[in-house]
């Protein structure tokens, strides 16, 4: 999943949400959500701004239902399916 930020949504609103985005994510992990990894780019492309990684498509659109950075209209989400090399 990748979110892009809405046009005219300013850093400090995205810092104000994010508090409940983070109650929110570390909610749905601790309850057995499948969220794998989470977090921002380090040098995003204009509207890019981060980036989550789940065990299913399911889990990220039930993810995605629930998030204040979505619910609060400040990221589009996008759904990509990965294909994952496994290396071990």
Request: charged share 20%; glycine share 12%; hydrophobic share 40%.
């Amino acid at each position: 999943m990748i979110y892009s930020l809405r046009e005219g949504v300013h850093r400090s609103t995205v810092m104000d949400v994010y508090p409940r985005h983070k109650a929110y994510y570390e909610a749905f992990r601790a309850a057995g959500g499948g969220l794998l990894a989470l977090g921002p780019f380090q040098s995003p492309e204009p509207g890019l701004s981060s980036m989550g990684i789940f065990t299913s498509y399911g889990e990220a659109e039930r993810f995605i239902a629930g998030d204040p950075f979505v619910t609060e209209g400040l990221a589009d989400p996008k759904l990509l399916e990965w294909n994952a090399v496994h290396l071990a």
